[in-house]
């Protein structure tokens, strides 16, 4: 288990990789995004964006589940208060295969909550092409109890 | 004199009510499991040893859930305000967003009520029929608590 003294500076994990299907985005985008572009790939809105497009929330979405499997599960997280950036660089299209990393790059105790550690990341996703879809930059909460040196 | 098209007609400042959503267990769980499979984000018994204390939504489904409200409410909404009578406006994908927040968590049954603010407009550089709308974005929840808020973008036909 993963704890705040495992998250050095510098530290980065791998996410990914996600093949990503048509299928997928159609039932994402039904559910949280019905704009024609994330539905139908013949639609005129996805004709001026070169086809299906995956929903922005949605590869967030599927970013969440590579940290979820890259770390967080195997880690003492307590969640995310939020995200400075959030940027969709690149559209996200049927079979793409997304892969990327998420790299430390500064660490505290909360004052408030001395109980949270206070993680920043700069996350990254690219498709196959070596193409950035997504760059995120943001916080994750690590428990402090667990660290091993302050364990009673 | 033209008629003044959608994006002309927005104007900062317009709170745009996008509806309100209560937060099920099922919903909850089945998002969780597709995409955010964390403890607390599963069962009431899995957060019991996290600082949520209970069963809670990830925050990408509170957002997602956002998205949502938008497209069913948001741009019927913006319509009925500005008194605009053109065709359907054209959305085009968005570049991103800023300063998400989940400042509390989202328990089962709570009822979120979604709102946009617009800040600013602009239009694109250089592909010159398209323009930007920024908004401030919210969710309440029933004891009027803020959970959820970020500084959003919206692409759209200039004409």
Same mark, same amino acid.
């Given at each position: $288990?993963?704890?705040?003294?495992?998250?050095?500076? !510098?530290?980065?994990?791998? =996410?990914?990789? /996600?093949?990503?299907?048509?299928?997928?985005?159609?039932?994402?985008? %039904?559910?949280?995004?019905?704009?024609?572009?994330?539905?139908? !790939?013949?639609?005129?809105?996805?004709? %001026?964006?070169?086809?299906?497009?995956?929903?922005?929330?949605?590869?967030?979405?599927?970013?969440?589940?590579?940290?979820?499997?890259?770390?967080?599960?195997?880690?003492?997280?307590?969640?995310?208060?939020?995200?400075?950036? +959030?940027?969709?660089?690149?559209?996200?299209?049927?079979?793409?295969?997304?892969? !990327? #990393?998420?790299?430390?790059?500064?660490?505290? +105790? #909360?004052?408030?909550?001395?109980?949270?550690?206070?993680?920043?990341?700069?996350?990254? =996703?690219?498709?196959? /092409?070596?193409?950035? +879809? $997504?760059?995120?930059? !943001?916080?994750?909460?690590?428990?402090?109890?667990?660290?091993?040196?302050?364990? %009673? | 004199?033209?008629?003044? *098209?959608?994006?002309?007609?927005?104007?900062?400042?317009?709170?745009?009510?996008?509806?309100?959503?209560?937060?099920?267990?099922?919903?909850?769980?089945?998002?969780? *499991?597709?995409?955010?499979?964390?403890?607390?984000?599963?069962?009431?018994?899995?957060?019991?040893?996290?600082?949520?204390?209970?069963?809670?939504?990830?925050?990408?489904?509170?957002?997602?859930?956002?998205?949502?409200?938008?497209?069913?409410?948001?741009?019927?909404?913006?319509?009925?305000? *500005?008194?605009?009578?053109?065709?359907?406006?054209?959305?085009?994908?968005?570049?991103?967003?800023?300063?998400?927040?989940?400042?509390?968590?989202?328990?089962?049954?709570?009822?979120?009520?979604?709102?946009?603010?617009? *800040?600013?407009?602009?239009?694109?550089?250089?592909?010159?029929?398209?323009?930007?709308?920024?908004?401030?974005?919210?969710?309440?929840?029933?004891?009027?608590?803020?959970?959820?808020?970020?500084?959003?973008?919206?692409?759209?036909?200039?004409?």
């Amino acid at each position: $288990m993963l704890s705040y003294d495992d998250f050095p500076i !510098g530290r980065s994990f791998k =996410l990914g990789p /996600h093949l990503i299907t048509a299928e997928e985005i159609i039932e994402f985008a %039904q559910e949280f995004d019905p704009q024609p572009f994330h539905l139908d !790939g013949n639609s005129e809105q996805a004709k %001026q964006v070169g086809g299906l497009i995956a929903s922005g929330w949605h590869t967030c979405s599927i970013f969440m589940r590579m940290l979820c499997d890259a770390y967080i599960l195997d880690s003492a997280s307590q969640g995310s208060a939020g995200l400075e950036d +959030v940027r969709w660089l690149k559209p996200v299209r049927p079979a793409d295969t997304l892969s !990327g #990393s998420a790299t430390v790059i500064s660490r505290r +105790v #909360s004052k408030s909550n001395p109980r949270l550690g206070l993680v920043g990341f700069d996350y990254t =996703l690219e498709n196959q /092409h070596g193409e950035t +879809v $997504m760059k995120i930059a !943001g916080m994750g909460m690590i428990d402090t109890l667990s660290s091993k040196g302050e364990q %009673q | 004199m033209s008629t003044p *098209t959608f994006f002309e007609l927005l104007e900062s400042d317009m709170k745009i009510e996008l509806g309100s959503h209560t937060f099920g267990a099922e919903e909850i769980i089945l998002f969780a *499991t597709k995409f955010d499979p964390q403890p607390f984000h599963l069962s009431d018994e899995g957060a019991r040893n996290s600082h949520f204390g209970k069963l809670c939504a990830s925050g990408w489904h509170t957002a997602s859930i956002w998205m949502r409200k938008n497209m069913d409410n948001g741009i019927d909404e913006m319509i009925r305000m *500005t008194g605009y009578e053109g065709p359907a406006p054209v959305l085009g994908p968005s570049p991103g967003i800023k300063n998400i927040r989940w400042q509390h968590p989202v328990f089962v049954g709570d009822t979120i009520r979604y709102s946009s603010t617009l *800040t600013t407009k602009k239009r694109h550089p250089k592909r010159s029929e398209w323009g930007r709308v920024m908004n401030q974005s919210h969710g309440v929840n029933q004891d009027g608590k803020l959970v959820f808020s970020m500084d959003g973008s919206v692409t759209m036909r200039v004409d």
